[in-house]
């Protein structure tokens, strides 16, 4: 790398970089690389990806690179939301999980996120451990140059039906099923296309989703953030419909925002108190 490339550096959320500036492969490589030095013991990784460019391209280098240290890769295959690649960690009893997403922020970035064995985030202390690894690594010719070939012909795995028979398991399905409610979705260009159709399946339940193409380039939205100020057309939608409730997620589907039926936001913390209150109502 040149003097004047700047190296990754990881916060516990993970990494984000600007597309063809910091996002590039070199960085990229350097990232993976850097997991694999963090423990002697790894033999086995979940990863998944977003709708973003390059995103899948990415995963399937790393993964590529991955196997040639013979390590089991279990990649997804299509833009999965990262809580499907977190349940996935667990469920595979993966040494970590990585999501090749820059998450709400704009088109132009892009980033990776670490999940450890627990589906969590990293903590400060593995972040810190990464970037100084990161720092102070140079990068291998011969590893690189297995990191940047063939990588297309990868074996891929469906990580949404086991997650999706999860969720089935602990909430009563069939509740929504009757519910007759009419609900929209916004997957602001992202990966939670079609997740909430196939967790319900058939019923008296209506589910509409907007902005439903994977486009990276998130049209006609700052950004692909779920907050009042991205979500007039989910308002607007509601309104028009007549919808009882709206949801909107951002690109990698680990953030929400909602609308009530007169198309009023509700802030999160009120979100999170109407569900505690339900939850605790329900243990009584």
């Known amino acids: 790398m040149n003097q004047n490339d700047s190296k990754p550096k990881f916060g516990t959320d993970g990494w984000r970089g600007i597309i063809g500036k910091d996002f590039n492969s ?35 280098k790393i993964s590529n690179y991955y196997k ?5 890769v279990i990649l997804s295959d299509s833009p999965v939301p990262t809580p499907v ?15 090749v997403t820059a998450s709400h922020n704009s ?18 202390t ?13 990068i291998n010719k011969t590893d690189f140059n297995i990191f940047e070939s063939d990588y297309n012909n990868q074996i891929s795995t469906d990580f949404i039906e086991e997650y999706i028979k999860s969720v089935r398991k602990i909430v009563d399905i069939n509740i929504l099923r009757n519910s007759n409610i009419n609900v929209i979705i916004d997957c602001m260009y992202g990966t939670s296309k079609l997740i909430l159709k196939k967790i319900i399946g058939e019923g008296n339940i209506e589910i ?30 509601v309104l028009d419909s007549n919808a009882d409730i709206g949801f ?37």
């Not at 040639?68 to 089991?72: N, P, V």
């Not at 593995?126 to 140079?138: F, M, P």
């Open 26 to 60: 070199k960085n990229c490589f350097l990232v993976a690389n850097s997991l694999l030095n963090l423990s002697h013991k790894i033999s086995k990784v979940v990863i998944g990806y977003d709708t973003r460019y390059l995103s899948k391209e990415i995963s399937f």
């Open 107 to 124: 088109k132009i970035w892009n980033g990776i996120k670490i999940k450890n064995k627990n589906g969590q985030s990293i903590n400060e």
């Open 68 to 72: 040639s240290k013979g390590i089991k």
């Open 208 to 237: 509409c989703e907007i902005n439903d193409t994977q486009d990276p380039s998130f049209p006609r939205i700052k950004q692909p953030e779920p907050i009042e100020e991205n979500l007039d057309n989910l308002k607007n939608k």
């Open 126 to 138: 593995d972040a810190n451990k990464l970037s100084n690894i990161i720092e102070n690594q140079s």
């Open 248 to 284: 909107a997620f951002d690109a990698d589907s680990d953030r929400v925002g909602i609308i009530d039926n007169e198309s009023n936001y509700i802030e999160s913390p009120y979100a999170f108190c109407i569900i505690a209150d339900h939850v605790l109502d329900s243990k009584e």
């Open 85 to 99: 690649v977190s349940f996935s960690v667990k469920k595979e009893d993966a040494d970590f999980g990585l999501i």
